[in-house]
């Protein structure tokens, strides 16, 4: 026992802490490389493993908790969907099948699955840990379901798409 908690609990625990960390670190650090072969897909592919993790120690965690932590489930179900289809959408598009569906809109569903994978990370985090916060436990639990999303639109843009926006 660490702190009241079974050691079964606190280690995949850290090891979610570090990786959702290292997801958040790597993918503010791929949003801003340039869109091109070398960096940008070398730090997309470290988000996605540390995505990875994130996934699988978030299913570990709230399965000790279920009916309280379902929507940790759904929520990492869903970042992890968006981050794989964002994944899959750049690396698999010259394949037929993607090509049948998404055509010449990869980048398109590239975009949507990376971005929409880094907010449904940071809805997690706040609507999951806002009352460790001082000052933020006093906002209602609504506030942690839509900014993220309301803040992603407003500085990811500049990140993804900085020679357009200038």
């Not at 908690?5 to 606190?10: D, E, G, K, R, Y």
Request: without cysteine; proline residues 7%; glycine residues 8%.
């Amino acid at each position: 026992m660490i702190d009241g908690f079974p050691l079964s609990f606190f280690l995949p625990l850290v090891v979610h802490a570090l990786a959702a960390l290292t997801t958040g670190v790597t993918g503010v650090i791929t949003f801003s490389r340039p869109k091109r072969r070398g960096r940008h897909p070398k730090w997309g592919g470290r988000y996605l493993w540390a995505y990875t993790v994130v996934f699988l120690t978030a299913i570990i965690l709230s399965v000790r908790d279920f009916p309280t932590d379902a929507y940790l489930v759904v929520l990492a179900t869903l970042g992890y969907g968006f981050a794989l289809s964002g994944y899959a959408a750049r690396r698999f598009r010259q394949e037929p099948l993607v090509s049948r569906v998404v055509g010449k809109q990869w980048v398109v569903a590239h975009i949507v699955g990376m971005i929409g994978s880094y907010t449904v990370l940071w809805t997690a985090f706040y609507v999951d840990n806002a009352h460790l916060f001082p000052g933020l436990k006093e906002l209602p639990i609504l506030t942690f379901w839509v900014l993220p999303t309301w803040s992603m639109s407003m500085w990811l843009p500049p990140l993804v798409f900085p020679q357009r926006l200038s």
